[in-house]
């Protein structure tokens, strides 16, 4: 088994692959990778099960400095890269001339630089080392959400399942009223956050030291370049490459929403007689350890360790029984999660469930 998730991580690339297949196929095919997503993997992921195995604390020492589980994710990074600039050639060429192959190559598109590329920005962006950081904010720029870097690690991280939290959804609230509101107020709450850390320093927020500029600033500059640099090629404006940069932009961090309300929905930490809020741990984020839709998305599923130990490399995320768990994988969540009867039907039962062992509190064991 150690070995098949060493091999598994590399799954990733799968998507990329059948982006390139489906626009040289043409057609309807530019959604071969939607059905491979929405319909492959679930079906995959149900045969094949749950993996509920952990790795003794003497293993994950070791397995945690082990350079492939790194190397994985520094080579997306650069794979990402390279796919955009195909994928901007790709829609330079003309090729995509109907609506409905638009919207499947787009939204094809956002599915690998949102749902792996912001998973693996997601991972790099809680490490220490610099360049691990670097590339996750290389990452995050290519969809326009730099300001996940500063709200997620400093804001999501300490108010998760609090009111406080603009990425924690609400009981009975909808997706599409939790996405105005996380992705307005995320943006809005990291510019506070930035801003109170630079007059901490005695600095002013109209600085360069100022991250919030530059995260706003680059992701356009970027698109700017690089629309320049194939339309000087082709000796005409391309004006595909920034209606594809912005919308598939705009695919990968509602991709993104849309697993924030699946991990967090009506979650909230009780407070203690102090009057804070108590200490994150395992119960206070929904847990989903599918087998083969983890090895996709890095293990971000086993969320409930994540957010216990923020730190923690994804390789070595533990699967906690008494977390609330999640009857299928991300790939069906996110589907369910569009159609808010469904959804509420699906989880608040669970939801329920949850709040009774919030005030039950259990050993952790595991």
Not at 161 to 166: L, S, V
Not at 255 to 275: C, D, F, M, P, W
Not at 315 to 336: A, C, E, I, R
């Amino acid at each position: 088994m150690r070995i098949l998730k060493k091999i598994g991580f590399f799954t990733a690339f799968i998507l990329p692959a059948l982006v390139l297949a489906g626009f040289y196929l043409g057609g309807w095919w530019n959604f071969l990778t939607l059905g491979f997503v929405f319909v492959i993997i679930t079906l995959i992921d149900h045969l094949a099960g749950l993996d509920e195995e952990n790795v003794t604390e003497q293993e994950a020492k070791v397995i945690s400095e082990a350079l492939y589980y790194r190397f994985v994710t520094y080579l997306w990074t650069y794979f990402q890269f390279a796919f955009l600039i195909w994928a901007f050639y790709a829609v330079s060429t003309g090729a995509l001339i109907t609506i409905y192959e638009w919207a499947g190559f787009v939204i094809s598109a956002g599915l690998v630089t949102g749902g792996i590329g912001i998973t693996v920005a997601h991972e790099l962006g809680h490490k220490k080392s610099k360049l691990e950081r670097f590339y996750s904010k290389a990452l995050l720029m290519t969809v326009c959400y730099m300001h996940f870097y500063i709200e997620h690690n400093r804001g999501h991280h300490v108010h998760v399942a609090t009111p406080e939290d603009p990425a924690t959804a609400r009981k009975n609230e909808d997706f599409y009223s939790f996405w105005f509101r996380s992705v307005c107020m995320g943006y809005i709450h990291a510019w506070k956050l930035e801003t109170m850390r630079l007059r901490q320093k005695g600095i002013s927020w109209f600085a360069l030291r100022n991250e919030m500029i530059s995260f706003t600033i680059l992701p356009i500059l970027f698109c700017v370049l690089i629309t320049l640099a194939f339309s000087l090629y082709q000796t005409h404006f391309v004006w595909q490459i920034p209606v594809f940069f912005f919308a598939q932009s705009y695919i990968a961090f509602t991709l993104l929403e849309l697993v924030n309300y699946v991990e967090h929905y009506g979650i909230v930490r009780k407070l203690t007689s102090a009057g804070n809020y108590e200490r994150v741990n395992p119960l206070h984020s929904w847990n989903a350890s599918h087998l083969i839709s983890n090895f996709f998305l890095f293990q971000l599923q086993r969320h409930s360790d994540h957010h216990a130990n923020a730190i923690k490399r994804y390789q070595v995320l533990n699967h906690y029984d008494q977390s609330p768990q999640l009857p299928f994988g991300y790939p069906t969540m996110v589907l369910l999660a569009l159609i808010p009867p469904l959804w509420f039907a699906t989880m608040n039962p669970r939801l329920e469930s949850w709040s009774e062992k919030v005030y039950n509190p259990t050993t952790w064991a595991r």
